[in-house]
């Protein structure tokens, strides 16, 4: 339930997804429209990050990069809500049109397969 997820994130100080498979990063546009400030792995930030990239994980199986990231996020509680305020800030312009982009582009490989495709099997 949305009312569910809207506390864990209003119960947190930042969001970070360190994730390897997360191609589009919505809980990333979640947690940025609650005003977390956010350390996501590149492949998955999208156009969220901080205007300085100061809080991109380059190698989400760096355990040092992360923690690096985590205590210059912690360092200064300014810096981190002013991150959190630009996080609500471009979470606020994105639209579902950019979110479905992605579904756009599947919708054409399908399209391109259907084509394609031999349904006696010879290929």
Known sequence: MLSDVVQFYAAAD????????????LPILEAMAC???VIAFRAGERNY????KRLILYNPQDGAELAELLREL???RGFCERIGREAAITAGQQTWTECCG???LLN???????AFYCPSGDY
Do not use: I, N, R
Request: overall charge negative; some cysteine.
């Open 74 to 76: 912690c360092s200064s």
């Open 102 to 104: 992605v579904w756009d």
């Open 49 to 52: 990050h901080s205007p300085e």
């Open 108 to 114: 054409q490989a399908a399209t391109k397969k259907e």
């Open 35 to 37: 005003g977390l400030p």
């Open 14 to 25: 930042a969001y970070v997804g360190p994730s390897l498979e997360d191609a589009y990063g």
